[in-house]
């Protein structure tokens, strides 16, 4: 068994689960996404004892279907959301330079002037990634960690994106944000961070009720049910918190990406900023991936209803996307080279407006009628925030002990040493048999959907899945059974 202090796995989550069920915490964190791991780190780095359950897997939720960006807030300036927009640039700032470099690197977004891209178009666009460069400069952030936006010629706009259509390109703008190498990555490092400083991170471990003091929770293997006690409680369930907290009307909005093969976009390390038709505020992005693969996003659709265990995509959302990117391509991108398509919902806090796109990204952070705290609605980008804001509410109302702040400002996320194998289990995907053990020692990976799905993201493309299942299954059960 690992005893690297950071390492989750079946082995640690069994000695955990008995002690969740003994000990009172002094927080209780329901919910594993960005936000919940967040939160339960937070507490961690302030000295706080911490329990964490997720109903299925870290990362089962909205984290794991993002864009994959960290933000400089750019798109908030547009709904003039000034301070949005601030705090997102600071949080990129932090992850960046001091919390995680080695999760995020810069990305290059080229906006093309081409023919179907309007004058309009393009003023909007140079000036939005002007001030997105100002954002950048308050936020201190240097520019060897995000180079400056430029004017490019046409030329240099093909190298970057041999794909567009050569005929009337006028060059383009060339901007810079934060690319995260994988959202779900996020969440199991920083969950694995809070688990170095002593949070017990318990999955497959449902909340049935919350009370100011507890839980009552629902084991999934077992369907044991027991009581967690706590001096305080954060829901932080996203589209689900409305479902423990019947005070929170969310009102979820469903987000497309499709994938494709880079490698019918010319395989451009660059991403590809298309506006919609008509409007000077909303983008289509191509954005490179690991492994030759590229999205491509994003839509914002209401969706009323039961919330769905996952979200699917719809058709029309599919061509609205090829129809966006293939104005202008050279070479349309077909249906049939979609190689796969997932949907997540945005976790946006009701406040009666017509549009989904029109409801404000900020989090909100309250505390409930019956004494816990509801934490939700911002991004992964400022994850930190929110759960700074949520534990500080937590220390007031609950009076748990304030002698230490947060710390995480400055404290960098668990590094990730995946012994290098010869042993190739995939070669088109280049899965090695060391990446899922080190999945099921290290990321608490406990099935082999854990493994396809969110410690790699092998499960974006259905073929890709089908093909590595049975090797990935063996390769887990056998790693599963070395450590009981
Ligand atoms: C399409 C799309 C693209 C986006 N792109 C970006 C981007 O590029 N950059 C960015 O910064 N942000 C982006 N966002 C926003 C960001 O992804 C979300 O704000 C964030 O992931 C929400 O995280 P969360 O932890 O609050 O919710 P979730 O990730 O949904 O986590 C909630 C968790 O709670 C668990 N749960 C639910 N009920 C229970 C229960 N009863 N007991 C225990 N556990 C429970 C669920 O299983 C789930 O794992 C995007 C959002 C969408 C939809």
Known sequence: MIREPSALNVARRRTELTLA?????????????????GVALDAASRGLTVTLIEAEDLAFGTSRFSSKLVHGGLRY???????????????????????????????????????????????????GMGLGDVLRMRAHTPRRVLPAPAVVSARTAMRLMPALDQRGLRGGM??????????????TTVART????????????RALSLRADGASVEEATTG????????????ATGVWAGALDPS??????????????????????????????GSISRYVFALPQAHGRLIVGLTDEDSPGAVPRVAQPTETEIEFLLHSLNRVLATAVRRDQVRGAFAGLRPLVDSGTDSTADISRRHLVAASESGFISVLGGKLTTYR?????????????????????????????ADRDVPS????????????????????????????????????????????????????????ARAVSALL
């Open 77 to 127: 300036l547009a709904t003039g959301d000034f301070a949005t927009a601030r705090e997102s640039a600071h949080e990129r700032h932090l992850l960046m330079t001091s919390i995680a470099p080695h999760l995020i690197h810069p990305l290059g977004q080229l906006l093309p002037f081409s023919q179907t891209v309007t004058l309009r178009q393009r003023v909007a666009g140079t000036v």
């Open 174 to 187: 060339l901007a810079y944000d934060g690319q995260l190498v994988d959202d779900a990555r996020l969440v």
């Open 224 to 235: 044991e049910r027991f009581e967690i006690r706590a001096r305080a409680v954060v829901n």
């Open 21 to 37: 069920a003994e000990e009172r915490v002094d927080v209780l964190v329901i919910g594993g996404g960005i936000t919940g791991v």
């Open 194 to 205: 809070a688990a170095a400083l002593g949070a017990r991170i318990l999955t497959r471990v």
């Open 421 to 476: 194998s010869d042993e190739l289990l995939d070669e088109a995907t280049a899965l090695t048999a060391a990446e899922v053990e080190y999945a099921v020692r290290v990321e608490g990976a406990m099935t082999v959907d854990d493994v396809l799905d969110r410690r790699t993201r092998i499960g974006l493309v259905d073929a890709d899945r089908a093909r590595c299942r049975p090797v990935v299954e063996s390769v887990v």
């Open 385 to 413: 925030r929110m759960a700074e804001d949520a534990v500080d509410l937590a220390v007031t109302t609950r009076s748990l002990p304030s002698s230490r702040q947060s710390r995480t400002a400055s404290l960098r996320l």
């Open 248 to 277: 929170i009307t969310v009102r979820p909005s469903r987000g497309t990406h499709i994938v494709l093969d880079a490698a019918d976009l010319g395989a451009p390390s660059t991403a590809l900023t298309v506006p919609h038709e």
